[in-house]
């Protein structure tokens, strides 16, 4: 409205609020959706520290700097201190998508970032109550805590248990799927909502790490519609928020704002995480990393709002204060952290290195015999398969498998594709492997790529490969199908693979793929 009054928030009225939970809700469950449970629990102590014991530290950090510099009341100093404790995988996520770090620190940071928003929530909710009641006690303060984790709880097993049972035997097709999900989850929140307030948000982040932690034809599919879903719903609840955004607040605080920002950026947050990470296995650089990268996303600039408006009501004239600071912490986000992370990364030497890191499509016989060796040369190697049985199998050998399409992006990034120096395209359909090879390229820059080309493939496809930079592994034409069956029945032998020794760059590497025969 202050510049040329395109989008004004007020001309929603009551149902702004209604628009900004639900968008929040659809957030928070997409999130949690892509998490990867497995990498949770090989990190969940430091995780939980900094989402228990980090989130109180932030809140008393931001607290204290809230009400000192700006001389604010105490209780709009503790929601503003909650509110920003909240990191938000809404930014880390495709931070970490385009920064590929150590797998410790990517698991901790997006650990970190889906569980602590509901809590975040939770606790600023919590203040709020009190901010607005009459006559506040301990005793009802506790209550309504309870009350809201109980209640969140409750309808998120409801909602995750339906999901996860349930979506196996909605018929066949995935359209179908995406819209029972969606109808459950939001059905949770405004269940959640309705008992307990502000408790919708960890119903559905709990729903959400439910179903991220199975298996079910369609979940690749769904994970894809729930982030298309969240994109627009990004960017509808950020222009609604920001544009209640008055420049003359803004102004008004000027180097207060910024100080508090600053304080919050280099001194909150790197005290939070060597205290939260004492006795943690991490090195002195990863904590580094993690202390310095913590940006504040949609979620906590949204809620502010929510409370920012209700508060003003009760007569907290300073309410929009919060806002305004919250707003430049998220802008910090995006001027200071965004930018530089790549350069702190490779700093702190935490960045991925990619020429050690081969990703392979199709989890089956053949391509475990041949991570086999790539392993023995030291270097990790990831699966990515369709095929749920390929994926089984394989789990009991290898630690990093994904069940995913190696055309979802999400699956990708689970997959770690970011951090990706080799793909290596081994699925019996010749289109489909040119297709991710250039999916690979355009949205991770993986830089080599091969692919089998089998003895049917038409004439078309192999003068594409020979026109383009896909590598073609073995050397020539094969049937993958027969040397997967003979990989299934051990009848392959090694006759010779690249030590450590010959493997100068990933390029020789996939020539070397070639050096696998049948007896």
């Not at 503790?78 to 809404?90: K, R, Y």
């Not at 199709?362 to 030291?378: E, F």
């Not at 004439?459 to 069956?485: T, Y």
């Amino acid at each position: 409205p202050d510049v040329i009054g395109l989008v004004n928030p007020g001309d929603f009225g009551a149902f702004l609020p209604v628009i900004v939970k639900l968008g929040v809700a659809i957030i928070i469950f997409e999130g949690a959706l892509t998490l990867s449970v497995a990498r949770l629990k090989a990190h969940l102590k430091i995780v939980r520290n900094l989402v228990a014991f980090g989130l109180i530290l932030t809140l008393a950090g931001g607290a204290a700097l809230f009400t000192l510099v700006l001389g604010a009341d105490p209780l709009l100093g503790l929601v503003f201190g909650a509110l920003v404790a909240i990191t938000g995988p809404t930014v880390v996520q495709p931070l970490l998508r385009r920064v590929p770090v150590s797998e410790a620190v990517s698991g901790i940071l997006r650990g970190e970032a889906i569980l602590i928003e509901p809590a975040g929530v939770l606790l600023a909710a919590l203040i709020y109550e009190i901010a607005a009641a009459t006559s506040p006690t301990a005793g009802g303060a506790i209550a309504f805590f309870l009350q809201g984790i109980g209640v969140g709880c409750g309808f998120g097993l409801a909602a995750g248990l339906i999901l996860r049972y349930g979506l196996r035997y909605v018929g066949t097709r995935d359209n179908i799927k995406n819209l029972v999900a969606l109808a459950v989850v939001l059905g949770a929140f405004g269940g959640a909502e309705t008992l307990a307030p502000d408790s919708g948000v960890l119903s559905v982040a709990l729903a959400g790490l439910m179903l991220s932690g199975s298996e079910f034809a369609g979940k690749a599919s769904l994970k894809q519609f729930k982030g298309q879903i969240t994109l627009l719903t990004i960017a509808v609840v950020f222009i609604l928020v920001s544009a209640g955004i008055s420049l003359d607040s803004v102004v008004l605080i000027g180097w207060r704002g910024v100080l508090i920002v600053a304080a919050l950026l280099f001194v909150v947050r790197p005290v939070s995480v060597f205290l939260c990470t004492i006795g943690s296995r991490l090195s002195a650089k990863e904590k580094i990393f993690l202390a310095g990268v913590a940006p504040r996303g949609i979620v906590s600039g949204s809620v502010a709002s929510l409370f920012a408006i209700q508060l003003a009501g009760r007569g907290y004239a300073e309410a929009e204060t919060v806002v305004t600071v919250v707003f430049m912490a998220i802008g910090a986000t995006v001027l200071v952290i965004a930018p530089l992370t790549k350069h702190f990364a490779r700093a702190t030497d935490v960045y991925l290195n990619r020429s050690r890191s081969v990703l392979f499509v199709g989890a089956h016989a053949l391509s475990r015999l041949i991570a086999r060796r790539i392993m023995a040369a030291g270097y990790r190697t990831t699966f990515i398969d369709t095929n749920y049985a390929h994926c089984m199998v394989t789990r009991r050998e290898f630690e990093h498998v994904v069940h995913g399409s190696a055309l979802d992006e999400e699956a990708l990034v689970d997959a770690g594709a970011a951090g990706t120096g080799l793909l290596l395209a081994f699925t019996e359909n010749d289109e489909t492997n040119i297709l991710i090879t250039q999916f690979a390229r355009r949205e991770f820059q993986i830089p080599v790529r091969a692919v089998i080309l089998q003895v049917g493939a038409d004439d078309s496809i192999a003068k594409h490969v020979a026109e383009s930079d896909i590598k073609v592994a073995f050397g020539g034409r094969m049937n993958l199908a027969e040397w997967i069956g003979a990989a299934e029945r051990d009848e392959i032998s090694v006759v010779r693979f690249a030590t450590e020794r010959d493997i100068r760059t990933l390029e020789p590497l996939v020539e070397k793929i070639r050096d696998f025969a049948l007896p």
